[in-house]
């Protein structure tokens, strides 16, 4: 049984910065790709960043590049989501997903359908 879950996230305001952390369990030789969506209110949710299994390449939603920065521990399995220059557009809720085996689908557009196990969900409110 696969478990994801996360922690992090809160309120903060413009300029501000927030971090959040991630764990997934019960991938077989503890190896998954990672990675952050996030989903504001009305809105479809997107893709933030993602992470290969072995942390070796990354990717980022084009406007969060350069002030989002992903990483992982591998022997934990764990992924975390430092944010920095927080903007109000940031402001949604944020799940993160995992892909179990030891590549990821793709390295240049996430995809929900790419990822088999979410997590609950935590809220980033960034306000003006």
């Known amino acids: 049984q696969v478990q994801v879950v996360e922690s992090g996230g809160g309120s903060v305001q413009a300029g501000g910065s927030l971090g959040l952390s991630c764990v997934a369990s019960?991938?077989?030789?503890?190896?998954?790709?990672m990675g952050w969506f996030r989903q504001a209110p009305g809105k479809e949710r997107e893709g933030v960043a993602l992470?290969?299994?072995?942390?070796?390449?990354?990717y980022y939603l084009d406007s969060v590049e350069g002030r989002f920065t992903i990483s992982r521990d591998s022997a934990k399995n764990a992924v975390y989501l430092q944010m920095n220059s927080l903007e109000p557009e940031d402001t949604a809720m944020y799940f993160c997903?995992?892909?179990?085996?030891?590549?990821?689908?793709?390295?240049?557009?996430?995809?929900?359908?790419?990822?088999?196990?979410w997590g609950q969900g935590t809220q980033v409110t960034v306000s003006s």
């Open positions: 019960g991938y077989t030789n503890s190896r998954s790709c």
């Open positions: 997903a995992a892909r179990g085996g030891p590549y990821c689908a793709s390295y240049r557009v996430m995809r929900r359908a790419d990822f088999d196990s």
């Open positions: 992470i290969a299994p072995d942390g070796s390449r990354t």
